[in-house]
């Protein structure tokens, strides 16, 4: 398995110019090139499984760590299973970021704060960022399928009061499985609950959501709701050693298809 | 569409002496006679959906209401909806619940404290209460897709802490479409999050959910996940509207079945 040989890379230039209009988009599909995607926390399970599941479709992925030897080590081992042509390299976390129009912070709860801020005067205006941190009680030496309740009344709350303004902070994939993002070879039968204040932010995470196979994305609302989506990943731990599972995941019923609201 | 015919009555005292020994059941299938089942605010949508779903299913059903003209009323639409040979009657809550094995309370957070206080000197040790309440800040005038923490840490805790000691109560049903329950045409794509500290009694409610055509049930866990489980009717209430559909409802993917987890 390769990244997707037929999607063709924008220049830089580009990438930026778009970023920074994607709130002005309206029909134009937002992904026809490539997107510059940095995973903060990209050497753990899920932001590893992210990083694969991204260069994959095709996408330009840099996976962030606290230790560059890690990130490299992980770029090393995507490349093993993707093939050398794989769009995806390694950086510290500071430089991961740099100049990304997205950002996708994968992180334990209890590193959260500190991640954000090795990273937010590397943040621009408009840089989409999404949360997925979940704030469970393992952070504090309790139990992971218990959650913790943030002052900001949620982790992505508590991110966004750390970023700069104009930093558009989106919560997702906090209930998708890392086993899932992990097993190439299977569709993922999960749905991303996708919260944020910024309509078109939302639909950018929803668009690179739409292209890792079986999944599909959800507007769940404002990023307040992110209180309740980010207590699920307690929910889906605790069905997970129920039944002796690992990827126990979400699907919302109701309609063929979610995705954008319109 | 009328209930099912071939389900045999078991006599009272039965239905009794299983309720009381529902704890020692080991391989044997609880349902196999008609059950007595109480829904208090069972003129309310969920309750009325429930009510038919279960009489279909070939079980005595015992509409309740604070009213007793309110609940003969919805008993006859029940009967109009399912033919008049439907097992299906109506009394005010306490005299509904009184010798019932099964209650499922499906009242407004609003109202539960005092409706529990109506009926809890007639459930007797055994008996299985089903609390469905979903502690939205439409109680206290706010929006339908805000919570409240109950001081006990939800709604199900706060119902347990008002019952007798010996009365088993689970919570399940917080993320299930009325009109869904009430298209009785259609199976229910969706699936019962039940929680529960007496796990026999979470397999007996989960029995009655497996019965009704579509629908599977997961345990959740200990009563304490209703902190979680009970925030999601919110969360089902802002994709509701943001989608402008009614009937967005949970799956839980990564096995085909889930059940009693054995």
């Known amino acids: 398995m390769t990244h997707r040989p037929d999607r063709p890379s924008a220049p830089d230039g580009d990438i930026a110019r778009r970023a920074s209009t994607v709130s002005h988009a309206t029909e134009v599909p937002l992904l026809s090139s490539a997107m510059e995607v940095a995973i903060v926390g990209g050497t753990g399970h899920e932001g590893f499984g992210l990083a694969l599941r991204l260069a994959v479709a095709g996408h330009r992925v840099t996976i962030g760590s606290r230790d560059a030897a890690k990130a490299t080590a992980s770029v090393e081992e995507a490349k093993q299973l993707l093939g050398d042509d794989a769009s995806i390299d390694g950086a510290e976390n500071p430089a991961a970021v740099a100049g990304k129009p997205v950002v996708i912070v994968t992180v334990p709860f209890a590193g959260q704060v500190a991640t954000y801020r090795t990273v937010t005067d590397r943040l621009e205006p408009g840089t989409v960022v999404v949360d997925a941190t979940s704030p469970l009680q393992a952070a504090i030496g309790g139990k992971a399928w218990h959650v913790l309740r943030p002052w900001e009344g949620s982790a992505a709350e508590l991110a966004a009061s750390l970023v ?99």
């Open 164 to 262: 700069p303004d104009g930093v558009r902070m989106v919560g997702a994939f906090h209930t998708v499985a890392a086993s899932a993002l992990r097993a190439l070879d299977r569709p993922i039968d999960e749905d991303v609950l996708v919260c944020g204040d910024d309509v078109e932010a939302k639909r950018l995470v929803g668009e690179l959501v739409g292209e890792i196979p079986g999944m599909r994305w959800v507007d769940c609302g404002p990023l307040s709701t992110a209180r309740i989506t980010e207590q699920l990943t307690a929910l889906l731990i605790t069905i997970n050693r129920r039944y002796k599972v690992k990827d126990a995941g979400f699907r919302i019923s109701g309609r063929e298809d979610w995705g954008s609201p319109g």
